[in-house]
């Protein structure tokens, strides 16, 4: 018989969803599920299950999974635990070999005997079940979105590299809004939940097998299996990072866990000995789940000489002082980078790192100098800073940069701190592919985090 | 004789004032500056002077400091450094008791000698000098604002108790840029630049008496005279918090401090010892400077026994996590509580800390709750995780926090993290006067600095 992991595709890329407890009212998960299949693209058939039958959202809707006229790959169950058993069930009998249970009410209040119900029928039939107590699956491929979260308060990203599997639903929530403001591209979502049938290994090794995902990141409370997860991510690490945040690492964090997922948070220490030893990257924070996955799309590199471009002095010394706090190095210019920068920098401009380039820099003296930095060989890596605020630096610069980074083969971050106008900058950068930062410590956390990875765990 | 930091009121209040440099050009920096003073509501009398003369944004301009028709107190110079140490001995005769010397091209490019000529003339006339090599000065309360980036680029921020001194411009600007965009009021700024006259202590003494402010934001490079500066900021910190960050820490950093503002950097260990004795809270990064002044407007606290009341699970053990981190407290509920709790929770809902109100919330079942909390004499401060992405939680919660916190005698600081709509909410609660923060960990972060000034620096 098949392990239900092996039908995970049909969670992923269905050709046919049934949504039970699709409702009829807007501000019901059932309802926010259909609209999301509806709305979203989903190019697959759609059967929504409710009992007073009729049409929601002008889709026909069947009384009963049995009336449903066709058999389905994969169900979305968003009903009472109880009756999310006897539905899983039916479901099977429909053919389908993913499911989706939204549900909570299982081991996550006391509930075990019901969770242990459903994970014996979806073993029974091979399906491969998320959750229950989730908020399911969002794919920007596919379209299959259950995050029944509302759209206009909870932004869906682009299509894009990085996978999010998380053990939170909010926490998981909170990342997808953050990547959908900055257009930083996700491949796939996936809230796990009560990880009763499918747990985070299983998730682990089938986006380790996703063409759509290069870059991996976990929020992780406890794991099912701890050797399976070991050896799980010990293959991926060195093709494909993982970034994972271990949520319950204090005595009062790790008591609030049982009572969130129902999971066993185990010891803080042994998950950060795993991390370590499978060339897990570690997060800290709700930010860094954010700020160091999105670094990965950059060109790999081995050095950590670092070369400041500013326009604001003091924020060049700040990004110096966190370069030496994160173990990197601030690269020595070559003599002819200097001699180049001299022939068009003001007379007022010291041609050293970092670079200040000073207040009255304009687009192309950023252009100009990028240029050369990326040209240098003492120099491995690059954070631009940008004080937008300034009369003589246009937007246009947000677009030199950016076709600058593309070329490339050094890592290209920028930092820039303001209010309206510098955010919509920033995220313009963000959208075009150059991870922005808020500071010049928060852009050298994230870009140590990813040398470290490039000298110690790729092959 | 005078010295010249008795004038300084002079600089933030000035019945009138000179703008040596007013320019014609929309681009120019003392076209922007006249622009600050026309249009943000100076009350005094205005004196554009250029050598064209003419009229400036519909205002006369006079050709020379000599023609204009009137003694005025205050001189903001925006010209070259040799014209600008020149036309100060023009204001000194028109009786000018304060000037802001905008203009760079003096010690910090190694012209240490018309420095010292600008600073003779200032102390031959008792003008409390401010600068050069700077962007000035911006009092929320009179209006004045020789910051020259353009409000476009660049919000002012509404009245407030921070001030903020930064002896750099750029760095200073983000601040005021990100206070502007949160609601956050600022009393006054101050961007010194070289401090040839007016000095951080001087400006330090000043805030200590200015009624509008209630705490001190410093972005330090060197400090011109240690002994001055350890015993002003003694003096201060019991009444007036001090937040300062001490940048040129590392070795690349220091040496970066020369070339821009050209002052000493110094020993950082020796700068930490004089913050630690003096009382001063050491900001780490860019984000602290904006993060930690926010919540001192809060009640003062001794305690450490923090609850968290959230919508989302995976938040509030994140949050468990940075409280022990921080050294802080998990505070455990009081007997009623739990009980007056439990009567309207749901049953799926555990009545413990942190409290996890479930991802049904809606704002009412946020007051209830938050009563409580502030109600309980087992619990210090609160940290109230807001999930805005969720169907049930409506903007009236923002309200309900602001007001809850207004009659609190306990801190209450809140965190959301997400997209457009979470943004928006809570630059609402900023604009209220609940500090909020991006994670759990930045939160307490600011909390713990919070928490260990009314501990061990307030009387």
Known sequence: MKRPAANLRFAFSPKSVCIVGASHHPEKI????LRNFLQGGFAGAIYPVNPQGGEILKTRCYRSIADVPSSFECAIIAIPAEAAVASLEECAKK?????????????????????????QIAKKHSIALIGPNCMGLLCTSTQVDSVFLPTYKLGRPKKGEIAFISQSGAVGGCILDLASRY???????????????????????YLADDEETKTIVMYLEGVKDGKKFLRTASQITPHKPIIAIKAGVSAAGNAA??????????????????????????????????????IFSLPRTRGKRIAVLTNGGGNGVLAADAIEERNLKLAQFSPNTISALKSFLPTYANAKNPLDIIG???AQRYEKSLQLLIADKNIDAILVILLFQTPALDSSVTEIIAQAAQFSKKPIVCVSTGGEYTEAQRRQLDSMGVPTYSSPSSAMRALSKFIAYCENVCP
Request: no cysteine; aromatic share 8%.
């Open 183 to 205: 257009g930083v591209g996700i491949s796939k979502f996936v809230s796990f939940g009560n990880a009763s049938v499918i747990d985070e290994s299983d998730l682990l090794q």
């Open 95 to 119: 053919g389908a070999r993913a499911a989706v249970v939204i549900s909570g009410g299982f081991s996550e209040v006391g509930n075990k005997r019901l969770e242990e119900k459903l994970v």
């Open 360 to 362: 009255d820099a304009d």
């Open 30 to 33: 059932g309802h926010a599920i």
């Open 257 to 294: 866990v049982a009572s969130h997922t129902g999971s066993l948070a185990g010891s803080a220490a042994a998950y950060f000995a795993a991390f370590a030893q499978s060339g897990i990257i570690r997060a800290h924070t709700l930010e860094d789940l954010f700020d160091i996955p999105k």
